[in-house]
């Protein structure tokens, strides 16, 4: 691990509206590291969605060339960029998108029965606490606010280990103070486990919160700004020495 | 917080669970997809039943007669197969000294004479009633031959029945009862019994008083609605002293060979036809050919009709959850895990239905068996209708193919979702 989870130069995403040729995304360079918390911001059709959609392996790029967790992507198939996605990303969407069906913890270990792995129920108990819905663990998602929805959203997102959480508006269906509690939790993750955090926002507040704003604008970077130096101290010492060459590259 | 990364051996159990929690959120729905399954397998379960206990009621019968061929005057096939198994009317006779010439051949294992008629049982006994059933059959055997042919009849034991015997002989007043006939009647050992005979050639019946001397024990054929008399006291009852109505013949060896040989021997005899057992066999079976033709229609189209339903249920879900499926494949889900998850959903169904429907055929096999009896005379006596394990096996089976088949497009068409689209168009 090199400290660098996800690498994009150039990258483009293009899409045909009849005879018209949009252009979503139109050549971004963007560099992430564990740890990190990232905002992208923008006005609604600036492409934040598309940014993120192509950085998550849930859509492919017309053009540029795209790493993610090592894994070169650009070119590959729906079923290949699954094998990308599988324990590496987590997501939270913004309109919390849990099964009605399953219980608080069923939601939260849904992503392990896609991979296939044994539940924990120990870590499962761990998680929910971590988001603070240890009392709701078998309510329905109907007896949920929607704040803690969303929290059950990013305990299902973290539920597998990944590397990079995704997150697209988490806060845009929360009050103020849900939300704060919401980027409080992503900075205490990113701090102590080393997550990867990439987060789509309106609200330049919460945008200001993080490690590093990148402002789109019809889809290209109209503004980079580190807002807070990377904390040394949350990488691991394994991955020190190669932090000031990756912070170089990623500057070029 | 440390991930088990064991690969989980009960993961079926997981999809199974998220399958039926789909299936539950929209009971109503799913309820009567699994109905429409449901009818469709009762509807073929009900037919199989049919076409298996129907044939295994021709072979009891036919079976139970006792011998492999017999000869009769000539006439219509069906007439005879019918004859053969419930008597009947309009009956055919052939001249009694085709028994003398026959029962020399020496391919004959064993040969004994039959004579039917028809009696009319008005006031012989204690119903009064005017059914259909005011006819009885009343079959005139030579009792040692008829016992050589059919070792397994036995007479019914108990108060009532003790000391059942055959006719003494020279005896003109003693009849012998089947059991459907003594129950109906109502009639146990010592009683009178009053049979009207009207004999050939004469306008008026001639009243009868007999005394049942044996009630036979239940065998499941045509001998239980059937009243046995002296084969000379009989034909001089109906006024046919010299005729027969069959003779039947179990041979030495029995194949199609020596079959055909026989049959040849004894066509030349202007009056008779030989008749084999599989040609009676066939020809019941080929009576009821149409009826089970147009059953199998009907069972075929509920099938067709269910497919459908399947079908556009399960894209109908798959279409609500659209979304839902984005999120999964977000999180990590193949391709295979969301066409297995459709599939299971619409396995199950078909599954609920066949098991809701097979129960609904076994349930409802008495009432089948009275409709399909009402319909038509179908030449057996018994049940008709065998739902055995085996239907049941083939129906629930055939419903887990039709819901393999049902979920291929709608589960395909699941996992063929590109994740953002579906995420993007459930939105």
């Not at chain 1, 904390?231 to 170089?248: E, H, N, R, Y």
């Not at chain 2, 009849?175 to 109906?184: M, P, Q, S």
């Not at chain 2, 001397?213 to 006291?233: A, K, M, N, W, Y």
């Not at chain 2, 030349?268 to 149409?290: F, I, M, Y």
Request: proline share 4%.
């Amino acid at each position: 691990m090199n400290g660098i989870v996800i690498e994009a130069h150039r990258l483009k995403r293009y899409y045909q509206r009849g005879s018209e040729t949009v252009k979503a995304l139109d050549g971004v360079d963007i560099c992430i590291r564990q740890g990190e918390i990232v905002s992208i911001l923008g006005p609604s059709g600036s492409g934040k969605t598309t940014l993120i959609n192509l950085l998550s392996c849930l859509d492919a790029p017309t053009e540029g060339t795209l790493t993610v967790a090592g894994k070169p992507v650009a070119g590959l198939s729906e079923d290949e960029l699954v094998e990308v996605r599988r324990g590496v990303l987590g997501f939270v969407f913004q309109q919390f998108s849990l099964l009605p069906t399953l219980t608080v913890t069923e939601n939260v270990e849904l992503p392990l029965m896609f991979l296939g792995l044994r539940v924990n129920p120990q870590r499962t108990r761990e998680i929910l606490a971590a988001v603070g819905l240890s009392d709701r663990a078998s309510h329905l998602p109907q007896e949920l606010s929607g704040g803690q929805m969303q929290r059950v959203a990013i305990a299902r997102a973290l539920m597998a280990g990944p590397k990079i959480l995704v997150a697209d508006e988490p806060t845009g269906n929360l009050d103020k103070a849900t939300g704060e509690s919401i980027i409080a939790l992503f900075k205490r993750l990113a701090a102590e486990e080393g997550l990867a955090v990439i987060l789509t926002t309106h609200n330049t507040a919460f945008g200001a919160a993080a490690d590093r704003a990148i402002t789109l604008e019809d889809g290209r970077i109209v503004k980079e700004e580190v807002l807070k130096p990377p904390s040394i101290a949350s990488l691991t010492p394994a991955t020190m020495t190669g932090v000031s060459v990756q912070v170089d590259q990623c500057n070029e | 917080m440390n991930i088990d990364t064991r690969n989980d051996p009960f993961i079926l159990r997981r999809y199974f669970t998220l399958a039926v929690k789909n299936l539950r959120r929209r009971p109503v729905r799913t309820g009567l997809t699994v109905a429409g399954v449901a009818l469709a397998v009762t509807v073929a379960v009900s037919l199989g039943g049919f076409m298996l206990g129907y044939r295994g009621a021709i072979d009891k019968s036919i079976d139970m007669l006792g011998f492999q061929v017999m000869i009769m005057a000539k006439g219509c096939p069906y007439e005879a197969a019918t004859m053969m198994l419930k008597g009947g009317t309009g009956l055919l006779y052939l001249p009694a000294d085709v028994y003398e010439k026959v029962k020399s051949d020496a391919s004959i294992a064993s040969i004994t004479p039959i004579f039917v008629g028809v009696a009319q049982k008005q006031g012989s006994g204690i119903r009064e009633d005017q059914s259909e059933t005011n006819f009885l059959i009343v079959s005139g055997i030579e009792v040692a031959s008829y016992q050589v042919m059919k070792p397994w009849v036995a007479f019914k034991k108990g108060p009532g029945y003790a000391d059942g015997r055959w006719f003494s002989p020279g005896a003109r007043n003693e009849v012998v009862l089947g059991f459907e006939a003594a129950e109906y009647e109502q009639r146990k050992v010592g009683d009178s019994f009053y049979a009207s005979i009207t004999p050939a050639g004469q306008p008026n019946p001639v009243q009868h008083e007999f005394k049942v001397v044996g009630v036979l024990e239940r065998s499941g054929t045509q001998d239980d609605g059937t009243v046995f008399l002296p084969i000379d006291l009989a034909r001089e009852f109906f006024g046919r002293p010299n005729q027969l109505t069959i003779l039947g013949i179990r041979l030495k060896e029995f194949n199609a060979i020596k079959m055909r040989q026989f049959e040849t021997r004894w066509l030349s005899l202007p009056e008779v036809q030989v008749v084999g057992l599989q040609q009676v066999k066939n020809t019941l079976v080929s009576l009821v050919a149409t009826a089970q033709t147009m059953i199998a229609a009907v069972a075929v189209i509920a099938i067709i009709v269910a497919f459908i339903g399947v079908i556009n249920t399960i894209l109908m879900s798959v279409y609500e959850r659209t979304s839902e499926i984005g999120i999964m494949k977000a999180l990590g889900a193949r391709r295979g895990s969301i066409f297995q998850l459709i599939w299971l959903e619409t396995v199950m169904i078909c599954l609920a239905g066949a098991l809701a429907g097979s129960l609904l055929a076994v349930v409802g096999s008495g009432v089948v068996e009275r409709l399909i009896k009402a319909m038509a005379d179908f030449g057996v006596s018994g049940s008709i209708v065998a739902i055995t394990p085996a239907v049941i096996g083939y129906a629930v089976l055939g419903a887990v193919i039709l819901g393999f088949f049902a979920g291929l497009y709608p589960a395909w068409r699941a996992s063929s979702m590109r994740p953002v689209e579906a995420i993007n168009k459930g939105a």
